[in-house]
């Protein structure tokens, strides 16, 4: 793809061994190609953009630096990688990125040797690489570990454990902390920058060991001597929290400062045991507009370069979200219920918070990268008298399963689950997608799960969800629905009760969710009865075996794997009351649905009309049916 930019440097490197053999004077000016290519290439395909501007110049240090790929970089997330991909041989496909058979979104690695572990969840990379080192160490390998992990990411338990671990072990391994947003970074200049070139030098080293040994047989005067260290650190940076898992911190440098950061991870490199490097970063650096709002640039459709990212100008009325419904649902029903609290592990803007936050701030809780948190924090707030409500994503809910089991379900304690991203996601992929909920909470006693078909029944499903007094669930996915006007009326639905929306013979479809659109789509050709099931726990066991009785095939569909889901529990209907029917189950299919838009998913997966046409006729072929469909 041409570029109105001229990058003579980045064009010379086509990979990590390219790039080391350039004299580090070329680095900073192969930061500012970058800059510009990393600009032009997402302003035209979108993703992620902020971080990767500021996680810029240690991308480039670390690639200098260490013998990558034999020696392990580990990314957290990987939102701030773009440009890991870039010097990793992937710059002439990064204008694919996130899209249909284009390049991931995340490191992931069957894509490149380079991507040493495949992320899309916050957390994980400081364990991920802390079994690295110690596989290197069992294996008597020489190669260097690096985790680095952004400021977000340091919020989740998970990292914490991971930390404890490592430093209990004693072994080498290197973790930077990118800091663009936490209150733990004090002063960032010259003076620290150059502090922390001196703790990672080789004379303060080598005068910190010759020291330990002499004073460890004076236990007083090396206890002293200790904690002598600590307070001058203390001081000068807010290392002591990593000091006590057992690293050696080293920070905060800026983070932008290309010699500072070379200088500094060279160093490092030379010592053993567990360090901890901390560096400040801006997300958006070198891009205006990315800078004063990182979170607006964060993850972007494609823009102009030169202009940012403008309003359309467009009028008229738009089709809400699923979770534009939510979000006014949530703000209509706090005003209604003072017990209501509404509750996101960092998923304001996705989930649909950012009202509810200006309005109810005191009833607001963002517990950060921490979902299994979010739950057991809303069973707690459930068994004193709230009314909480937990807004995540389906991908999100597999993190905070156990205490969706132990502390919600156990104890049958009021917590509304509003879960977004149900199904297919779009340009994140199989990290991300929404695959599973129904399957992991079909099988739990006390769960009521409801599945909306459209914008209305959303609302009207949350109203219901909220009113019981036993856990509940209401599944529903990225974007829009089918267009129903939502009703500002909030009215209960009766539990368990499914509807008939089309009468048809031979067949009947029974739909949850959103997948009821195709299969009116597809009734109208095959002549078919819908029923929108709407409820999968407890299901409507008197509509299906009224279905039985009067179709010849019963066809379920869902977006969800058909693995234990929605249509299982038509067949366990089926079974409990001996009936031997002809059957089948659509919906997602056993395998991984990558990257792409929505819709390119659901194509792949052959969740729409087309899709289920052919399936239907494949079977009535198979079995026979049609031919007695045709003659009844």
Same mark, same amino acid.
């Given at each position: 793809?041409?570029?109105?930019?001229?990058?003579?440097?980045? %064009?010379?490197?086509?990979?990590?061994?390219?790039?080391?053999?350039?004299?580090?004077?070329?680095?900073?000016?192969?930061? /500012?190609?970058?800059?510009?290519?990393?600009?032009?290439?997402?302003?035209?395909?979108?993703?992620?953009?902020?971080?990767?501007?500021?996680?810029?110049?240690?991308?480039?240090?670390?690639?200098?630096?260490?013998?990558?790929?034999?020696?392990?970089?580990?990314?957290?997330?990987?939102?701030?990688?773009?440009?890991?991909?870039?010097? =990793?041989?992937?710059?002439?496909?990064?204008?694919?990125?996130?899209?249909?058979? &284009?390049?991931?979104?995340?490191?992931?690695? %069957?894509?490149?040797?380079?991507?040493?572990?495949?992320?899309?969840?916050?957390?994980?990379?400081?364990?991920?690489?802390?079994?690295?080192?110690?596989?290197?160490?069992? *294996?008597?390998?020489?190669?260097?570990?690096?985790?680095?992990?952004?400021?977000?990411?340091?919020?989740?338990?998970?990292?914490?454990?991971?930390?404890?671990?490592?430093?209990?072990? &004693?072994?080498?391994?290197?973790?930077?902390?990118? %800091?663009?947003?936490?209150?733990?970074?004090?002063?960032?200049?010259?003076?620290?920058?150059?502090?922390?070139?001196?703790?990672?030098?080789?004379?303060? *080293?080598?005068?910190?060991?010759?020291?330990?040994?002499?004073?460890?047989?004076?236990?007083?005067?090396?206890?002293?001597?200790?904690?002598?260290?600590?307070?001058?650190?203390?001081?000068?940076?807010?290392?002591?929290?990593?000091?006590?898992?057992?690293?050696?911190?080293?920070?905060?440098?800026?983070?932008?400062?290309?010699?500072?950061?070379?200088?500094?991870?060279?160093?490092?490199?030379?010592?053993?045991?567990?360090?901890?490097?901390?560096?400040?970063?801006?997300?958006?650096?070198?891009?205006?507009?990315?800078?004063?709002?990182?979170?607006?640039?964060?993850?972007?459709?494609?823009?102009?370069?030169?202009?940012?990212?403008?309003?359309?100008?467009?009028?008229?009325?738009? /089709?809400?979200?699923?979770?534009?419904?939510?979000?006014?649902?949530?703000?209509?029903?706090?005003?209604?219920? /003072?017990?209501?609290?509404?509750?996101?592990?960092?998923?304001?803007?996705?989930?649909?918070?950012?009202?509810?936050?200006?309005?109810?701030?005191?009833?607001?809780?963002?517990?950060?990268?921490?979902?299994?948190?979010?739950?057991?924090?809303?069973?707690?707030?459930?068994?004193?008298?709230?009314?909480?409500?937990?807004?995540?994503?389906? =991908?999100?809910?597999?993190?905070?399963?156990?205490?969706?089991?132990?502390?919600?379900?156990?104890?049958?304690?009021?917590?509304?689950?509003?879960?977004?991203?149900?199904?297919?996601?779009?340009?994140? &992929?199989?990290?991300?997608?929404?695959?599973?909920?129904?399957?992991?909470?079909?099988?739990?006693?006390?769960?009521?799960?409801?599945?909306?078909?459209?914008?209305?029944?959303?609302?009207?499903?949350?109203?219901?969800?909220?009113?019981?007094?036993?856990?509940?669930?209401?599944?529903?996915?990225?974007?829009?629905?089918?267009?129903?006007?939502?009703?500002?009326?909030?009215?209960?639905?009766?539990?368990?009760?499914?509807?008939?929306?089309?009468?048809?013979?031979?067949?009947?479809?029974?739909?949850?969710?959103?997948?009821?659109?195709?299969?009116? $789509?597809?009734?109208?050709?095959?002549?078919?009865?819908?029923?929108?099931?709407?409820?999968?726990?407890?299901?409507?066991?008197?509509?299906?075996?009224?279905?039985?009785?009067?179709?010849?095939?019963?066809?379920?569909?869902?977006?969800?794997?058909? $693995?234990?889901?929605?249509?299982?529990?038509?067949?366990?209907?089926?079974?409990?009351?001996?009936?031997?029917?002809?059957?089948?189950?659509?919906?997602?299919?056993?395998?991984?649905?990558?990257?792409?838009?929505?819709?390119?998913?659901?194509?792949?997966?052959?969740?729409?009309?087309?899709?289920?046409?052919?399936?239907?006729?494949?079977?009535?072929?198979?079995?026979?049916?049609?031919?007695?469909?045709?003659?009844?």
């Amino acid at each position: 793809m041409d570029y109105p930019i001229k990058t003579p440097i980045l %064009d010379s490197i086509n990979s990590p061994a390219d790039l080391r053999k350039l004299p580090e004077s070329k680095l900073i000016p192969l930061a /500012k190609e970058l800059r510009e290519f990393l600009l032009y290439s997402v302003a035209r395909s979108g993703g992620h953009f902020a971080a990767s501007l500021g996680a810029m110049e240690l991308t480039i240090a670390l690639h200098y630096i260490f013998n990558t790929p034999d020696d392990r970089l580990v990314w957290d997330v990987g939102h701030q990688a773009y440009v890991h991909k870039i010097l =990793t041989g992937r710059k002439d496909r990064l204008h694919t990125i996130r899209q249909w058979q &284009g390049l991931a979104p995340f490191p992931k690695r %069957d894509e490149s040797e380079y991507d040493t572990f495949g992320v899309g969840h916050s957390s994980t990379s400081i364990s991920a690489a802390l079994g690295m080192a110690i596989a290197a160490r069992q *294996t008597g390998s020489k190669r260097k570990t690096v985790a680095i992990i952004g400021d977000g990411g340091l919020t989740a338990g998970m990292a914490f454990e991971a930390l404890n671990h490592a430093g209990d072990l &004693g072994i080498n391994l290197l973790v930077i902390l990118n %800091d663009n947003n936490m209150s733990i970074s004090p002063n960032v200049g010259a003076l620290s920058n150059r502090f922390a070139q001196l703790l990672s030098g080789k004379i303060y *080293t080598t005068m910190k060991k010759g020291s330990k040994k002499v004073l460890s047989k004076m236990p007083n005067a090396w206890e002293l001597a200790r904690r002598a260290e600590e307070h001058v650190k203390g001081l000068i940076m807010p290392g002591t929290l990593f000091e006590e898992f057992g690293f050696n911190y080293i920070g905060p440098i800026d983070g932008h400062d290309l010699p500072t950061l070379l200088a500094t991870i060279r160093n490092i490199n030379k010592l053993d045991g567990p360090q901890f490097l901390h560096i400040i970063t801006r997300k958006g650096k070198g891009y205006a507009p990315a800078e004063e709002d990182p979170v607006k640039y964060h993850g972007v459709t494609p823009f102009d370069p030169v202009k940012g990212i403008v309003s359309s100008g467009k009028t008229g009325v738009k /089709k809400p979200t699923f979770s534009d419904v939510f979000g006014e649902w949530v703000c209509d029903m706090a005003a209604k219920d /003072k017990h209501l609290v509404a509750i996101t592990p960092a998923m304001r803007e996705g989930s649909g918070l950012v009202r509810f936050e200006k309005e109810y701030p005191d009833r607001y809780f963002d517990v950060a990268i921490a979902e299994q948190h979010s739950v057991a924090v809303a069973a707690g707030m459930a068994c004193d008298g709230l009314k909480p409500v937990v807004a995540i994503y389906s =991908t999100f809910l597999q993190r905070g399963y156990d205490q969706l089991v132990h502390d919600v379900v156990v104890q049958n304690l009021p917590v509304l689950f509003a879960i977004d991203r149900a199904g297919v996601v779009g340009a994140d &992929g199989p990290t991300h997608n929404g695959s599973f909920d129904i399957s992991f909470m079909r099988c739990l006693p006390n769960m009521v799960i409801m599945a909306p078909a459209d914008e209305n029944e959303c609302r009207q499903m949350l109203y219901t969800g909220f009113l019981l007094n036993q856990p509940a669930a209401v599944r529903y996915p990225r974007g829009t629905g089918m267009g129903v006007e939502v009703k500002k009326v909030m009215a209960a639905l009766p539990i368990g009760k499914a509807e008939i929306r089309r009468v048809g013979k031979g067949i009947a479809i029974l739909s949850f969710g959103v997948m009821l659109e195709p299969a009116l $789509q597809a009734a109208e050709e095959l002549n078919a009865t819908v029923v929108n099931m709407r409820f999968v726990k407890p299901i409507d066991e008197a509509m299906i075996l009224e279905m039985a009785a009067t179709h010849d095939l019963l066809v379920t569909i869902e977006e969800n794997v058909v $693995q234990g889901g929605a249509g299982s529990a038509v067949n366990e209907v089926l079974a409990a009351h001996g009936i031997t029917h002809p059957i089948i189950n659509y919906g997602l299919p056993d395998r991984l649905i990558q990257h792409g838009t929505r819709e390119d998913m659901l194509k792949d997966a052959k969740l729409d009309k087309a899709g289920l046409l052919e399936f239907i006729q494949q079977y009535n072929e198979k079995t026979g049916l049609d031919k007695k469909i045709r003659s009844a």
